[in-house]
């Protein structure tokens, strides 16, 4: 079974203080990794999809990592705009299809004090 | 304009009423879903349907059946509700392609806050 856990489950940081999420994953044969922002009240924004390991991509002040186990959100000199939950997702290769079956950690809460 | 609109935002209703839930997308995705996110956050895969045809179907209780009239809608019935059945529930699409190497984010509605007393 696909699992997907995140660490660590809430972190607080300053203004412009760099800081990293992790994204452990065991999948049977990885389709894709997909990093989400989920703000109150409100369904998961797509930021990311990362598809094999040494893949990096950047958006802003966040930058998405991937190695064969785990991925990592990297948020530089963060501002208090960037508060929100972080999930990651990962989709397994099956029979060739798989349509959208992802499977969820359990997300990082960020809060960015001014 | 909203992508994908679901309706209610907010659902209360007492044990044993029978509810639905609309999902509308605009997208021209091929691919709609329903997720359940529960207390703690975590967001499960219910049903998957392309192009109005059931793909996924994971293990929910039969009082869960979804519908999908076309491609743009997917509805989502649930009879004899129980209070375990409270939690929020996410639409979303995605342009899938059978076999294909590519991923298309799915987007997500902003959910329906399911209250059961």
């Known amino acids: 079974e696909d699992q997907v856990t995140q660490s660590p489950e809430a972190l607080r940081l300053q203004e412009g203080e760099s800081s990293s999420l992790n994204c452990s994953y065991t999948?049977?044969?990885?389709?894709?990794l997909f990093w989400y922002r989920q703000d109150p009240g409100k369904g998961p924004e797509f930021l990311f999809t990362?598809?094999?390991a040494g893949e990096e991509k950047e958006k802003e002040r966040l930058k998405a990592t991937l190695t064969k186990k785990e991925s990592f959100l990297h948020i530089t000199a963060p501002k208090p705009e960037d508060s929100a939950t972080y999930l990651c997702?990962?989709?397994?290769?099956?029979?060739?299809?798989?349509?959208?079956?992802?499977?969820f950690g359990q997300g990082t809460i960020l809060t960015v004090h001014p | 304009d909203t992508a994908v609109s679901q309706t209610p935002k907010y659902l209360v209703t007492q044990m044993g009423n029978d509810k639905s839930i609309k999902c509308e997308q605009n997208l021209g995705h091929d691919t709609m879903y329903w997720y359940k996110q529960d207390s703690k956050k975590f967001l499960k895969i219910m049903f998957s349907?392309?192009?109005?045809?059931?793909?996924i179907n994971e293990t929910v209780p039969n009082r869960f059946s979804p519908k999908s009239p076309d491609k743009a809608h997917l509805n989502l019935h649930i009879n004899s509700l129980e209070l375990g059945d409270s939690a929020v529930y996410f639409c979303?699409?995605?342009?899938?392609?059978?076999?294909?190497?590519?991923?298309?984010?799915?987007?997500f509605g902003n959910g329906t806050r399911l209250t059961v007393t």
């Open positions: 990362l598809y094999s």
């Open positions: 999948v049977s044969g990885l389709r894709g």
């Open positions: 349907y392309n192009n109005k045809e059931l793909i």
């Open positions: 997702a990962v989709q397994a290769r099956a029979g060739g299809t798989s349509y959208g079956k992802l499977t």
């Open positions: 979303a699409s995605s342009q899938e392609r059978a076999g294909g190497p590519y991923n298309s984010p799915l987007h």
